[in-house]
């Protein structure tokens, strides 16, 4: 699976939460009805005392179903975790609930490099456009001037 957007160089789901394990979110998270939970928590979580620090959107080669997204969370007492569901059409639809109600959702920065790829394209779009543009007023002078050829 090729990651899509990433701050990190991480291509496959275990590595990115290899990556997270690593860096403190230790706790494998779980929706139930009530809200937000882990193995041995005792608690459930509701939207409002979960930050969604990070996540990961994974897409599948040619399937669909093989879209993934991972979020790195948060809770106010300070556990910190995982949780995995479907990207898209196949998304759990008591996990798509509970994240749509999160308020505090953040992604970090994409790399610096990222950074300037989108401006460079931004860049490229104007000088296109301007072209564009310009090419339409040369060929409206070119045909309301008598006696050259427009090629």
Do not use: W
């Amino acid at each position: 699976m090729n990651r899509e957007s990433s701050s990190q160089e991480m291509n496959t789901i275990s590595e990115c939460i290899q990556n997270a394990v690593k860096t403190g979110y230790t706790h494998d998270f779980f929706i139930t009805e009530e809200g937000l939970s882990y193995s041995g928590a005792g608690k459930i979580y509701g939207p409002d005392e979960v930050t969604i620090e990070n996540f990961y959107r994974f897409e599948g080669e040619s399937d669909p179903a093989d879209n993934s997204i991972l979020y790195l969370m948060r809770t106010q007492d300070g556990a910190k975790g995982t949780l995995l569901d479907a990207y898209g059409p196949y998304a759990e639809e008591r996990i798509a609930r509970f994240i749509k109600e999160v308020n505090e959702i953040q992604k970090q920065a994409p790399h610096i490099k990222m950074k300037l790829s989108r401006y460079l394209k931004i860049g490229l779009g104007v000088v296109i456009a301007a072209g564009a543009l310009a090419g339409v007023f040369y060929k409206r002078r070119m045909h309301k001037m008598p006696g050259l050829i427009a090629g």
